[in-house]
Nanobody
């Protein structure tokens, strides 16, 4: 069974940091590109960051570039998102996604709330 399980969300003050993890199972993680998306209340889901299967190349949305860092550990079937200098506009449900060969798998999401 394919599973992507996000963890690490919570409440953090503006300017603070938070780390998210996504544990994958049920598919060949090492050949899948992995991404983090987020969806704020009343908004469309948007791509935050992505990483190639090897972890040698990354993409970041302009809104998070320089603040967020995406990484993966293929030995652990896990992808991470380190979020620094958080802003209220980063508040959203964050979703983990894996894609390859026309397949696309989603986690259930984890809530990140940035508020004082």
């Amino acid at each position: 069974q394919v599973q992507l399980v996000e963890s690490g969300g919570g409440l953090v003050q503006p300017g603070g940091s938070l780390s998210l993890s996504c544990a994958a199972s049920g598919f060949t993680f090492s050949v899948y590109g992995m991404s983090w998306y987020r969806q704020a209340a009343g908004k469309e889901r948007e791509l935050v960051a992505s990483i190639t299967s090897t972890g040698l190349a990354t993409y970041y949305a302009n809104s998070v570039k320089g603040r967020f860092t995406l990484s993966r550990d293929n030995a652990k079937n896990t992808v991470y998102l380190r979020m620094n200098s958080l802003k209220p506009e980063d508040t959203a449900v964050y979703y983990c996604n894996g894609a390859a060969w026309g397949n696309s798998y989603w986690g259930q999401g984890t809530q990140v709330t940035v508020s004082s």
